[in-house]
């Protein structure tokens, strides 16, 4: 079974532009988290979406924003980037069989912002 | 509040063993246990659910001590391929399918 896969691997984006990232889970799975991880702060949640709804959001500013297809796909958007928005992008999916599920990560999205 | 982990760093020679502690100042519903290598994705170990439950994976296991909010993790006669940077995340009672992860523990094996 093919894992959680990320497009693009690498992005390179000035200050000001916006970006969209996108994730496919494995198959079947039908939740979708994004996580931030940077030197610094590390790994910090996002976002997770299921059944085309956000179920839980992190402590981002709102220019993080992201969306979830039928086909249970995300995309993540962040606008009007900033130099501290550069960090590796990932995302993470699980069947959601109860109150906890364990969460598979994709390569990750690594995003530069100049 | 994200887990405190223990210790930063360590190193340690083929066959020695390990402990990694996570400690949560919140009540918790599970701890999930990761191993990320340089410029790979974190790789899920094992879940330990509030109960006190010991999972085991080869010759990795865990323990989760709920009274104290704290999971360690037990890497025995330790390999080569257990280098990595090793993240606990936590799911609080009130914050389900919300990870929050410790910043992690970078273990070098040296042969």
């Known amino acids: 079974k093919a894992g959680v896969t990320q497009t693009p691997r690498y992005l390179i984006k000035t200050r000001g532009q916006q970006v969209t990232l996108s994730c496919s889970p494995i198959?079947?799975?039908?939740?979708v988290s994004w996580y931030q991880q940077t030197p610094g702060q590390g790994l910090q949640f996002l976002f997770e979406?299921?059944?085309?709804?956000?179920?839980n959001k992190g402590n981002f500013p709102g220019r993080f924003s992201g969306r979830q297809f039928s086909n249970s796909r995300s995309e993540m958007n962040v606008s009007t980037l900033e130099l501290g928005d550069s960090a590796l992008y990932l995302c993470?999916?699980?069947?959601?069989?109860?109150?906890?599920?364990?969460?598979?990560f994709g390569p990750g999205t690594r995003l530069t912002v100049l | 509040q994200q887990p405190v982990q223990s210790p930063q760093a360590v190193i340690l020679r083929e066959g020695e063993d390990a402990v990694i502690n996570c400690s949560s100042s919140?009540?918790?519903?599970?701890v999930h246990w990761y191993r990320q290598k340089h410029g790979e994705a974190p790789v899920f170990l094992m879940i330990l659910l509030k109960g006190g439950e010991q999972k085991g994976h080869e010759k990795i296991s865990a323990s989760f001590n709920e009274k104290k909010q704290q999971s360690s993790l037990y890497l025995t006669a330790s390999q080569l391929s257990y280098s990595g940077t090793y993240f606990c995340?936590?799911?609080?009672?009130?914050?389900?399918?919300?990870?929050?992860f410790g910043s992690g523990t970078q273990l070098t094996v040296l042969p």
């Open positions: 919140k009540a918790l519903y599970s």
């Open positions: 993470a999916s699980s069947l959601d069989r109860g109150n906890t599920d364990t969460q598979y």
């Open positions: 995340g936590t799911e609080s009672l009130n914050s389900a399918r919300q990870l929050t």
């Open positions: 198959s079947g799975h039908r939740s």
């Open positions: 979406y299921f059944s085309e709804t956000q179920r």
